[in-house]
């Protein structure tokens, strides 16, 4: 049966409050401020990643209908809340307010000699300029009480914190999520909307479909990893931030079952990496741009350790491809991934509960 979050997931959402602050010198809009409520010791942030060639904006309706499913869902439950939540959408690099070359935004077929480090540099830069951020948006927004978003002193409970850090990123920014997660221990669950995990693969078969000199049809374009259009160092970029990479650099993904040897190897960085954490993936089926087949061999390792030798890691993965859906983020998916998202920052104060309790 559908819950209050999917009926008004299917709905055009309620418009909520938009504020468009300066924050460690970008430009960010604020989704939901003004409607947290004066109850609230605690705020969940959902950082929006933005796509390739778009800009904060358009990841307006998103948070329009993840704070919206999010009210609607506390009305329903008429108790007064100490949570409230937020969402967050700034320009990623070289785009927007950022811009500084449409050129560098382009691809091989448009003439950009330079895609692969241009994009990477994109989404690890998107995902250094999120971490940072995390560390100064509570200052910025709450202060002593008497910041933007402390009701000018007038909140009913004293100090309040951001406790929780979410990530919805779609397309160039599902990239950024999945590194994201990867990269920060205070962000703990993802929305990757037609990203993927495996950077080298991905640009691999770009390669191949752009018809690149440095592709050798004689070696599955194992060449091309280290060429001049994929140089050494944007490899070892890749082994540094990207999940496929950082778990398994330039070899192939470990088959399924894992070798207990590999899981041996792999086990502490998965520790150290998304112990506890929360992944929903939304791929199109009818993807060109980024085909769910390129991330698979990745995914089903991931879902398989999680699902067996690594249970005890208590990672939660959600992986979903949408038949006959392109690269888009339709309507079934942003359901999908409001649900997601309400269940998520609900399980924050359980998860809190908990902690007190073995205290």
């Known amino acids: 049966m559908a819950g209050a979050a999917d ?7 309620a418009a909520v409050s938009s504020t468009t602050l300066t924050i460690a010198g970008l430009q960010l809009d604020i989704y939901g401020l003004v409607e947290l409520p004066a109850s609230a010791t605690s705020v969940s942030c959902l950082w929006l990643h933005h796509g390739r060639l778009r800009k904060k904006e358009d990841m307006a309706e998103t948070a329009h209908r993840v704070i919206s499913a999010h009210q609607h ?5 008429e108790k007064q809340t100490k949570r409230g939540l937020i969402a967050v959408a700034f320009d990623q690099r070289n785009h927007g307010t950022r811009l500084v070359s449409a050129r560098a935004n382009d691809s091989w077929n448009r003439g950009n000699g330079t895609h692969a480090q241009d994009m ?16 100064v948006l509570e200052g910025y927004l709450f202060g002593a009480g008497d910041g933007p978003g402390g009701g000018g002193g007038t909140t009913t409970t004293g100090r309040v914190v951001i406790d929780q850090h979410l990530v919805l990123g779609r397309s160039l920014g599902g990239h ?14 993802a929305v990757v909307v037609i990203g993927c995990p495996d950077y080298m ?11 690149l000199a440095t592709y050798s049809k004689d070696d599955q374009g194992a060449s091309f990893i280290g060429s001049k259009d994929f140089p050494e160092s944007l490899v070892k970029a890749c082994e540094k931030y990207d999940p496929k990479g950082i778990l398994f650099g330039t070899d192939e993904v470990a088959t399924v ?21 929360r992944f929903q993936i939304l791929s199109g089926g009818d993807d060109k741009l980024v085909p769910y087949a390129i991330g698979s061999p990745f995914l089903d390792f991931f879902k398989d350790a999680t699902a067996t030798w690594y249970r005890d890691g208590n990672v939660y993965v959600d992986d979903n491809v949408y038949a006959g859906v392109g690269h888009d983020f339709d309507l079934t998916m942003k359901k999908d991934a409001v649900r997601f998202i309400l269940d998520t920052v609900a399980l924050a104060d359980q998860d809190n509960k908990a902690t007190s309790a073995k205290i």
């Open 257 to 277: 079952p894992t070798p207990t040897a590999e899981q041996e190897r792999i086990r502490p960085i998965l520790d150290s990496k998304v112990r506890g954490k």
């Open 7 to 13: 009926q008004t997931a299917e709905e055009v959402p």
């Open 120 to 135: 990477f540099g994109m989404v690890s830069g998107t995902v250094c300029d999120t971490m940072h951020l995390i560390d």
């Open 176 to 189: 950024s999520a999945w590194q994201l997660l990867f990269a920060d221990p205070r962000v703990t669950a």
């Open 73 to 77: 869902q506390h009305r329903q439950q």
């Open 201 to 211: 693969r991905l640009l691999k078969d770009r390669a191949r479909k752009s018809k």
